[in-house]
């Protein structure tokens, strides 16, 4: 028997060698529940889209029932197994990546549609449902649920809420937790809550759904929520603008906001798009190239909205902030200009990059865009760096692009290396290290520069009482107890 080390009561299960038994354990427990260990599982379910780290799970649990995770949460805890919560795997910090023999909980098979009131205007899912279907459901049923990013296809709305996903839209919808009414959670102990119950006001003490959403899957597993959805806007129209450098993006936004109604405000740089386009599709938005290229998407109703589009337009180009600009004239466009941003992401990973997904207060992004675009210079002369992000809520994607003739293990050194400074200036601008992503493991070891460390202390103390024995996706976000 090979020697275990316990340690909080968990079982340090070396890579994949005791889990048989262990497994088998929880067959007998629960013998109707979903479990596999084929190879091409444990890494597809083992990991999220970080790829810094080899996923090493010793089993992926698929439940299919609040009941199954509930008696699995409780089997975990006496068995010493160490749990990582599943959803759509579309993370970028490591949060659902289980590198260390522990068991996956999948909620691949929990995506059904529980309830939509008309009246409540409210849908109440399984956490395993993909964004986008909630987004079909609510638009069938005339309303929008208004957190949006290119990941929706692939993304789980329990994944969603915990990492309390940002998107696009932030600047007139905000976060994932501005539209949760209710959640049942089964929590780290084994209990299972039911949070808020879909009520709008409830003043009856600590509102725990602002514990588990953004909690990245360490203090309880989100079996199902209730998430109130909105008006859809009216009609919309986007336009791209070409750049001179970073200062006129401010000022471009700050006259975006004065004269149109905003639904977002993104940027991204020449390099972002030169990946996005290299493909043929989408074209360039416009003959001239520039460093930076802001989206914009607003309401546009009729003459009296392309008036104002076209006056903010001529306003930017008599001030020299913008040397070209292209403003969509139907949805097909206006999705083309889009792809122009959500295309980004997936057209710049082949070069696996390393990311950074900060943030500031809106009034800061300037300074902090040329305090970061120094550090890069001089740290990454050699390096492809690729800027975009959601300006509007000072949200700015920092990605460092893998070189080819460099070994993911020296870039990652090297990129690490940089880290220091990179969280220097995030810290001298009581910024985040995770602006929309989530700690995980990639920021693990940055998170004081963003949380103070008695904040840190009450963190540890919060999961201490959600998750007594420290099963939850044990090293993520927080310390190793
Ligand atoms: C974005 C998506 C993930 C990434 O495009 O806004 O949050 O690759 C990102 O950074
Ligand atoms: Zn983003």
Redesign the pocket.
Known sequence: MVQERRKNGIMQSPKNNISNEVLGGLSSEIPDLEISRQPEDLTEYGRDWTRLYPPEPCGIAFPRSEEQILRLVRWANSAGVALVPSGGRTG?SGGAVAAKGELVVSMARMDRLLEFDPVDRTLTVEAGMITEKIQQLAAENGLMFPVD???KGSSQIGGNLATNA???KVLRYGLTRDWVVGMRVVTGAGELLDVNRGLIKNATGYDLRHLFIGSEGTLGIIVSVTLRLAEPPPSQSVMVVGLEGMDPLMQVFDLARESLTLSAFEFFSDLALSYVIAEGSPRAPFESRMPYYALLEFDCVGEDGEAAALAFFERCLEEGWIGDGVLSQSEAQAAELWSL??F??ERI?AKT?Y?N?LSTRISQVPAFLHALEDVVLSRYPDFEVVW???IGDGNL?L?ILKPDDLSLAEFKKACESVNEEIFGVVARFRGSVSA??GVGLLKQPYLDRSRDPHEIHYLSGIKRVFDPNWILNPGKMLPEA
Do not use: C, M, Q, T
């Open positions: 970028l990013f290119a990941a940002g998107g696009v941003r959500e980004i992401s990973s990059p990311k997904d975009y992000g959601h994607h990605n929309e992503h």
